[in-house]
């Protein structure tokens, strides 16, 4: 996550600097004009940052790091309740209310 959003906040200032910047020395276009440039340079960035995170999550899918995750939380609600289904610490069977 973090790599999506810095590639797409570098991608945004070194395209949307020059572009805007001409644009705005030349004076030839209205204001309009630059902020739905800007817009679609922000657009972009966002597409770039989604596609980043979407190749991240299938590679994180695809070599198990959510298996790993899970695997561990299963086994730490085991080590809480036990075998029985009781709870460690307490005794005290669930769905039963004292």
Avoid: C
Avoid at 4 to 27: E, M, N, Y
Avoid at 36 to 51: C, D, E, K, Y
């Amino acid at each position: 996550m973090r790599l999506g959003l810095a590639t797409s906040l570098i991608t945004l200032i070194v395209l949307s600097f020059p572009i805007l910047l001409d644009q705005w020395i030349s004076g030839q276009e209205p204001a309009f004009f630059m902020l739905g440039t800007m817009l679609v340079l922000l657009g972009f960035s966002v597409g770039l940052f989604g596609t980043i995170l979407a190749i991240g999550l299938v590679i994180s899918v695809f070599f198990g790091a959510a298996h790993v995750l899970e695997r561990s939380f299963v086994e730490d609600v085991h080590i809480l309740t036990g075998s029985t289904g009781h709870r460690a610490f307490t005794g005290v069977a669930y769905g039963v209310e004292n």
